[in-house]
């Protein structure tokens, strides 16, 4: 609430409406926060030393003797991180305006904060990053050469391009998939080489959307995926932030049961290969078997005929 | 509800009016509605308030003053309460909007500081990207733009780091600087600090001139850390090969074979990001050397083929 003040001060004739859509608050709460601040202000609270608040017939709001809210208050540090970053991440993607208004805001913003050169974000640089988001914009259907790590196999599909994010640290190309008839989640580092079809996509199929999650989009679990449960020493105990488990269990010693929704085998033994001693695989008992197969063919490599 | 609201106002505008520090005795004599006269309840509600002050931003401080007998004496100084006057352009208020809307940083505060800073002015953008936060992570970007010392446990083990700055790097945060002890740069996963950490008083250190926090995080994850580096030479299959050579470049490819496997040679610190990466080739690489390394990884792996444990 007091976040309006210094506005309605300096913008004299600002009405509710236009307050409301400016700071997305809605306007009955605008109009309750604007009821509370005549009772406001400084002791002894006698009508010299409290808030006048007026709003004329023309919706304009208008205020007085709040001087004490006349700047803003300064950002905390979750403000100031949250702002910083995500300049910083904008101007590190692919066609961004280096010496635009983003930069020069993100310049004054750090100024004010004291954290010039305090933040740096790379959100990697996918080959063809900048082609995709212009197919996406353009509409444009696309030929990829994608290399598909749970079949271990290159293939060629035609896709129609919906949207390029970026989450979990990676670029990803949201698609209709032509080959698979649905769909479809592609890693850009994964894509080897696109080609422009020629062909104009109607409009996309996988919605663009304005909230939600993007994680949410990356991994959505099928019914028929296998669901591996894992136990989880505590230095492996970031896998359950940084995966799609469905449920995560505490135990003692700070362990963690995790279930996970594996849907390609080879993900399953490249994670639990990668983190060894530190994950127990606890069921099903096929999840543990394709485990140390696995183990046994790489381990064949270094001693083979054993 | 509403009274706490008016009376959180009220205390805010209490605090910045007086020239000196006042009593919790001071404050409930002056503040409408009143706090309860019982001694403890009023404690107990003062407490309360300056908590949420707090939270908002609101920097309360305490001071002991003589005047007060030895009692806590209570402000808030304009300097640190007031953001400065940014002098944002309207377009450079839409570009930020552009920003938050288009990057959000996971449970971060975006939206509240664009408030602070005028609204929402222009249109927001379609969702492109989301960056991890962990919850240590606003104080350690307070303790870098303050220059406080941090404190904190990392694999076992105490450390103390003067910090430059935070960098977001392949998905995650890093807070880097100067380890104090070992008196070197340091860069440390701010998801993999042990425990809260504890931060030291503003103004303890000197940043050098023009660091780039950047710079503290060597392009490839497998070289930041404290060991010594090792040259490692890795054999990958030739299903695996052009991957591998996409990922790392041509620089180190050392060796070609007629099947069309390709031996790479990687200079390595961090031996367990190390093993992760040989890894999740599965079995078409292996580590040729140095034996350390391989039979690091065949020690792993042999652990790894008992099922029953």
Redesign the interface.
């Known amino acids: ?3 309006l003040v210094p ?1 309605i001060l300096t913008h004299p004739g600002v009405t509710i409406p236009e307050l409301a ?4 608050i809605d306007a009955r709460e605008i109009e309750r926060d604007l009821e ?2 005549p ?7 006698t009508a010299d030393r409290l808030i006048d608040v007026w709003v004329a017939d023309d919706g304009a709001v208008s205020l007085r003797l709040a001087e ?2 006349e ?17 910083h ?2 101007l590190a ?1 692919p066609g961004a305006d280096r010496e ?3 930069a ?3 310049d ?2 750090e100024d ?4 010039r ?8 640089d996918a080959r063809d990053l900048a082609q995709l988001q212009e197919a996406v914009a353009a509409r444009q259907q696309l030929e990829i050469e994608y ?1 598909s790590f749970a079949r ?1 196999e290159m293939t060629t599909r035609v896709v129609d391009p919906a ?8 670029w990803y190309l949201a698609a209709y998939c032509h080959s698979a008839q649905a769909d479809r989640l592609f890693r850009v ?1 994964r894509i ?1 080489s696109v080609r422009a079809t020629g062909e104009v996509v109607e409009a996309p199929s996988v919605p ?8 949410e989009l990356v991994y959505q679990p099928q019914p028929d995926d296998l669901r591996v449960t894992l136990r989880l020493e505590p230095d492996a105990a ?1 896998v359950a ?1 940084n995966l799609p488990t469905e449920s995560v269990t505490p135990r003692a010693r700070g362990r963690v049961d995790v279930v996970l929704p594996v849907s390609a085998l ?1 993900f399953l ?2 994670l ?6 530190a994950v ?1 695989v606890l069921a099903p008992p096929e999840a ?2 394709v ?2 197969a ?10 083979p005929g054993r | 509800m ?1 009274d706490r ?2 009376r959180l ?2 205390l ?3 605090l ?2 007086t020239r000196r520090p006042l009593s919790l005795e001071e404050l409930a004599e ?3 509605p009143a706090y309860p006269t019982e001694k403890s309840a009023r404690r107990r509600a003062f407490e309360r308030d300056k908590e949420t002050l707090r939270d ?4 309360v401080t305490v001071e002991t003053v003589d005047g007060l007998g030895g009692e806590p004496g209570y402000r808030i100084r304009p300097d ?10 309207a ?6 909007h ?9 449970g ?14 222009g249109t ?1 953008a ?7 936060a962990t919850p240590a ?3 350690l ?2 303790a ?3 220059r406080r010392v941090v404190s904190f446990e990392y694999r076992g083990e105490p450390r103390r780091l003067e910090p ?9 945060w890093y807070v880097v600087g100067r380890d104090q002890e070992r008196q070197a740069p340091r860069a440390f996963r701010v ?2 600090i042990e425990g809260a950490p504890a931060y030291g008083d503003a103004a303890a250190f000197v940043s050098p001139p ?5 710079e503290y995080l060597r392009a490839d994850p497998l070289t930041y850390g404290d060991e010594q580096p090792v040259q490692a030479q890795v054999l990958v299959d030739a ?1 695996r090969a ?2 591998v050579v996409d ?1 790392l470049g041509e620089a180190v490819v050392t060796e070609r074979r007629a099947d069309g496997a390709v031996v790479v040679e990687l200079s390595v610190v961090n031996r367990s990001a190390f ?2 990466w040989v ?2 080739l ?2 078409h690489a ?2 040729l050397a140095p034996e350390e390394l ?1 039979r690091d ?2 020690e ?8 029953a ?1």
Do not use: Q
């Not at chain 1, 859509?21 to 997305?24: D, G, N, S």
């Not at chain 2, 792993?300 to 099922?307: I, N, S």
């Open positions: 609430m007091l976040a506005w859509a400016r700071f997305e509370l601040l009772m406001c202000g400084l002791p002894p609270y004490y809210f700047r803003p208050l300064r950002l905390t540090p979750a403000e100031g991180i949250a702002l910083v970053a995500a300049g991440a904008l993607v635009g208004p983003l020069s805001a993100l004054k913003v004010a904060l004291g954290a050169g305090g933040v740096a974000v790379d959100v990697g290399y271990d949207r390029v994010f970026h989450a979990f640290g990676e580092d080897r663009a959307g304005t909230d939600g999650d993007l994680g970031w932030e080879g033994e490249r639990v290969l990668g983190l060894g001693p127990e543990r078997e485990v140390a696995a183990a046994a063919r790489v381990l064949s490599r270094y001693e | 509403t609201v008016e106002v009220n805010t505008a209490t910045l009016d002056r503040l409408e908002l931003g609101v920097p640190d309460y007031y953001l400065p006057d940014l002098g944002l352009t377009d450079e208020r839409a570009a930020l552009v920003a938050i809307t288009a990057v959000r940083l996971v971060g505060a975006g939206r509240e500081g664009l408030r602070k800073l005028g609204g929402f002015e927001a379609v969702p492109l990207a989301e960056l991890e992570l606003p104080d970007f307070d870098v733009t303050k430059y700055g935070v960098v977001h790097r392949f998905g995650h998801d993999r023009d660091v780039d926090p950047a299903s052009a991957w990922e093993r992760t890894l999740g599965l079995e292996e580590v391989r990884v065949v792993w792996l042999r652990g790894l083929t008992g099922v444990r």
